[in-house]
């Protein structure tokens, strides 16, 4: 292309190498060094005056050091004289730092934007974003491009059977990206989440046991207007009258059962307006009652409990039933520590939760999501046991589990032992754009039985080494993507077409 530069960043010279072979270009010369005290040096080699300048970087195990040698290139080109300069991230830096956390926390995905804008940007190209209203970040237009079409063509290609398949998300904040993949393969889709405030041997039953007459509506006696979420016994003379007792919550959040005084009712009169009817005839009361059960019956079934499926949690693994619980809750968080065989101080505790939000730094319960890094330390931690839930089908059916990067490898090798071991699912496919892998990830999804095979894009860089040792991992290429994005953005042409899922 006419005059066009594209330079490559030190993170990802071969991603560069291969959108400019389908450019039919070479990369542009540029001498990128450090300083022996660390300070990062560009020289552009080659005249910047008056071109359409796109500087590709991504992500690296040294992430501040790259950002750095960005904004310099940008800033090296703006003094250059460039008509226009576009910055191509395939993976954007501190993507998950993208709200608050706490009162004293930054939005540091933010402060990027603007130290971007500063440099000199004009355009950004990026690959699905942690959170696509990040793009209100920036003082210049963005474009989101997605690898869902990408992922969805080697779906269709690779996976025998996948009309069966079901797409899961591995927690409730990836179910936007789950259902957009579900619906363009137009396959079922599922949730696995991860309670870290619920302890041993809890369940559901035995907190509603202890809440009498929680889904009776109101009523009325006397004109007044009296909750009917309570357990009433009537007296044996038959006076009408009423005992009453319910669970309220304390202003801590800790409930307790209060006992209400006893209500009187006054004798049923007849009223003139109503029906009369024959003993022959069946009352109004029974033909409502024959109807509500013809109802029940037509409509009412037990199909999706049967698609919820629980277990335990240990250590990040998912474990047997009759597994010794640890001796603590997570009580890190404020909540109770379960220890013993009683389990009346814990149902009550659970059922605080009903009463009480999750407290939450900025005030209410909260959106944000935690890190995955104190996700990872709560999951292997030994004193605390965890529940974790599977809501949908996927028994003898592939699954595949997706996200939009894969950092730590915690909640994905609990998810997939939860649809293998709980939901006997026949096969799991671990699918993300970015792959991250940090530390040790990549090996320990490598060594996970119940994992068949991790799919990633190339927006990362991952060492020759490490891909070569995990035999489960496919990595697919983003640079057709990315350099079709750069001739449309180039020519003025719409990038529409880039979003739409490519025929097989």
């Not at 404020?334 to 009480?356: I, V, W």
Request: glycine residues 8%.
């Amino acid at each position: 292309m006419r005059g066009t530069l594209v330079f490559s960043g030190t993170s990802c010279p071969a991603l560069t190498g291969k959108i400019c072979e389908n450019l039919g270009m070479a990369p542009a010369e540029a001498d990128l060094s450090q300083f022996s005290n660390g300070e990062t040096s560009v020289r552009i080699l080659t005249s910047v005056r008056d071109k359409d300048v796109f500087v590709v970087q991504s992500g690296s195990p040294t992430i501040n050091d790259t950002i750095m040698e960005l904004l310099i290139m940008i800033s090296a080109c703006k003094g250059g004289s460039a008509n226009k300069i576009t910055a191509v991230l395939p993976y954007f830096p501190y993507s998950r730092q993208s709200k608050k956390k706490s009162h004293r926390g930054a939005i540091t995905a933010r402060m990027l934007a603007n130290l971007l804008h500063v440099a000199g940007v004009k355009h950004v190209i990026t690959v699905d974003l942690h959170a696509s209203q990040m793009q209100g970040f920036f003082k210049c237009p963005v474009d989101n491009l997605h690898a869902e079409p990408l992922i969805a063509r080697w779906i269709r290609l690779n996976i025998p059977n996948w009309k069966e398949a079901v797409v899961v998300s591995k927690n409730a904040g990836g179910t936007k990206r789950v259902t957009s993949l579900a619906d363009a393969l137009k396959l079922n889709f599922g949730l696995v989440t991860t309670d870290r405030k619920r302890a041993p041997n809890m369940s559901a039953s035995m907190i509603m046991n202890h809440l009498d007459g929680w889904d009776n509506p109101p009523g009325y006696v006397n004109g007044i207007r009296h909750s009917r979420g309570i357990s009433e016994d009537r007296d044996s003379d038959g006076n009408g009258s009423a005992r009453s007792s319910h669970v309220v919550g304390e202003p801590q959040g800790s409930p307790r059962r209060a006992t209400a005084p006893p209500l009187r009712t006054n004798s049923l009169t007849r009223s003139p307006y109503t029906r009369a009817y024959t003993p022959s005839q069946p009352s109004p009361i029974e033909e409502l009652k024959d109807e509500e059960e013809k109802t029940d019956d037509a409509v009412y079934n037990d199909e999706r409990a049967r698609e919820v499926t629980q277990g335990r949690l240990v250590q990040g693994h998912v474990v047997a039933d009759d597994f010794q619980s640890p001796a603590h809750s997570d009580g890190a968080d404020g909540s109770q520590s379960y220890q013993g065989n009683d389990d009346d101080p814990m149902t009550m505790s659970h059922a605080s939760s009903f009463f009480a939000p999750e407290p939450h730094a900025l005030g209410g319960s909260g959106d944000v999501e935690v890190s995955s890094d104190e996700e990872e330390e709560k999951l292997r931690d030994p004193k605390v046991e965890h529940m974790i839930t599977l809501v949908g089908n996927v028994k003898d059916r592939p699954v595949l589990i997706v996200d939009d990067m894969i950092d730590k490898a915690g909640s994905w090798i609990a998810a997939a032992e939860t649809v293998v071991k709980r939901g006997k699912a026949k096969k799991v496919y671990c699918m993300a754009t970015h792959g991250v892998f940090g530390a040790d990830c990549l090996e320990q999804l490598q060594a996970c039985d119940c994992i068949d095979q991790i799919i990633v894009t190339n927006s990362f860089p991952i060492p020759d080494r490490r891909a070569k040792n995990a035999s489960k991992l496919v990595i697919l290429d983003l640079s057709y993507l990315l350099s079709e994005a750069i001739r449309r953005n180039h020519y003025g042409e719409s990038i529409s077409p880039l979003f739409q899922h490519m025929a097989d």
